[in-house]
């Protein structure tokens, strides 16, 4: 896998005894918006966690730069590798700004404190997120879509060429939820890694450059969204009979529901 970054090579996945994904390798290619799609329960969150060594494989291993993520040095790795989990949850009585600031402290250091660099870098994160009018606001008494755009900001804060999100979408309504995978594109456009595990396989179809879709904890199709996304693999791996056609707009997989009665005529 020389032109990825990041990978995980036979991976074994579990949390006390229960086996999540036996032998599952996946391989994030360089400079790409990978996005992560398949079933509730199927290993989404869980294969994030091991590719940003929140979770350690019981067998296999996570690559980073050809090294295992488990030598590296917690600020090195958090100055190349950000995740923004499934659920986080805001320390009591912080505001947007403080939070947003949190993604500075892997760049500090004991001879380097706040700088200017990070200011200017906060700002900028929240800028992007649209966050800005936010900033002394308490992040517990945001709604869920502006608290989820702030988390999205203090992981842009952080500066990492690899981005994991966990589900950026969710409590967004449909313009939000453009407006973040807009944002996804611009930061992949700008250089950056991005993996996002995402619901919406059309969303996903439409701004995914490398599609990987699981099942029960295996890798059951990856490439290019036109290739996976068909019919037949939506069929297996949901259970849920459709039709794909094109985006009318960008051309790309759209998946459209079978209808529960066909329509009269
Ligand atoms: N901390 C945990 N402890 C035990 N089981 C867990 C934990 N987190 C997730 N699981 C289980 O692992 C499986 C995969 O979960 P997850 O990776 O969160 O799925 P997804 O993100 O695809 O919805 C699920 O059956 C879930 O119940
Ligand atoms: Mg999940």
Not at 160 to 181: K, S, Y
Not at 211 to 218: F, S
Not at 231 to 237: C, G, M, N, P, R
């Amino acid at each position: 896998m020389t032109d990825a970054r990041l990978s995980g090579e036979k991976l074994t996945l579990a949390y006390d005894k229960r086996t999540i994904a036996q032998n599952l390798t996946v391989a994030i290619p360089d400079g790409s918006f990978t996005v992560i799609v398949g079933p509730n329960a199927c290993g989404k969150s869980t294969l994030l966690r091991a590719l940003s060594r929140v979770l350690t494989p019981k067998d296999g291993a996570v690559l980073l730069d050809g090294e295992r993520i488990s030598a590296w040095p917690a600020k090195r790795l958090a100055r190349t590798l950000g995740l923004l989990p499934q659920s986080s949850i805001a320390p009591d009585g912080i505001t947007v700004t403080d939070l947003v600031a949190r993604g500075r402290y892997p760049h500090q250091g004991l001879l380097r404190q706040w700088s200017r660099e990070d200011e200017r870098v906060v700002a900028e994160s929240m800028d992007a997120t649209g966050v800005g009018a936010l900033a002394d606001r308490y992040v517990d008494e945001l709604s869920g879509g502006q608290r989820q755009r702030v988390w999205i900001a203090m992981a842009l804060a952080q500066q990492t060429p690899i981005l994991l999100l966990d589900e950026p979408t969710t409590f967004l309504d449909i313009a939000h939820q453009i407006e973040v995978l807009d944002l996804c594109a611009d930061l992949h456009e700008q250089g950056r890694t991005v993996v996002a595990v995402l619901h919406d396989l059309n969303h996903a179809a439409r701004y995914a450059t490398h599609l990987v879709a699981l099942h029960d904890g295996r890798l059951v199709a990856e490439g290019a969204p036109g290739d996976v996304v068909t019919a037949e693999l939506v069929e297996s791996v949901f259970g849920m009979p459709c039709r794909v056609i094109d985006d009318p707009e960008t051309g790309t997989p759209l998946v459209v529901p079978a209808a529960r009665r066909k329509a009269v005529a």
